[in-house]
C-alpha cells in the first residue's frame, strides 16, 4: 500500500511555470507506475502525464505534449511534473496515481486502473 501527497500547486500567470511533486509517505514508488491527472469544474477527469514503473516510457496528453514533463526519483520516493508554458485552461485541481502492473514498461492512461490516488493540488493560472 502507498500513501500519496501532492505538493507545488499555486497560482501562476499564463506563461508561467509550476512543478508538482507527488511524494509517497508510505510504501515505495519504485514499485509503481505512475500518473498524473486533472480535472476542472464541471468536467470530467483527464489524464495529463505518466512514467513506466521503470522510467524508460513517459507518454503525455495532446494537451501538454510538449509544454509539461513527468519524471520520477525512486530515491526521493517522488515523483514530478513540470509544468511550462501554462495556459488558462490548465487550471485544474491536480492528482497523481500509482498503478501496480505486471509489466515494468506499462503505463496507462485509465485512472480507474490506478491503485492509489493523493488527494490532489489545486493549480490556478490567470490570463
Known amino acids: 500500500q502507498v500513501q500519496l501527497q501532492e505538493s507545488g500547486g499555486g497560482l501562476v500567470q499564463a506563461g508561467g511555470s509550476l512543478r508538482l511533486s507527488c511524494a509517497a509517505s508510505?510504501?515505495?514508488?519504485?514499485?509503481?507506475?505512475m500518473g498524473w491527472f486533472r480535472q476542472a469544474p464541471g468536467k470530467e477527469r483527464e489524464f495529463v502525464a505518466g512514467i513506466s514503473r521503470n522510467g524508460d516510457n513517459t507518454d503525455y496528453s495532446a494537451f501538454v505534449k510538449g509544454r509539461f514533463t513527468i519524471s520520477r526519483d525512486n530515491a526521493k520516493n517522488t515523483v514530478y511534473l513540470q509544468m511550462n508554458s501554462l495556459k488558462p485552461e490548465d487550471m485544474a485541481e491536480y492528482y497523481c496515481?500509482?498503478?501496480?502492473?505486471?509489466?515494468?514498461?506499462?503505463?496507462?492512461?485509465?485512472?480507474?486502473?490506478?491503485?492509489?490516488w493523493g488527494q490532489g493540488t489545486q493549480v490556478t493560472v490567470s490570463s
Open positions: 508510505t510504501g515505495s514508488l519504485s514499485n509503481y507506475a
Open positions: 496515481a500509482a498503478g501496480k502492473w505486471t509489466s515494468p514498461y506499462i503505463i496507462s492512461i485509465i485512472g480507474s486502473a490506478y491503485d492509489y
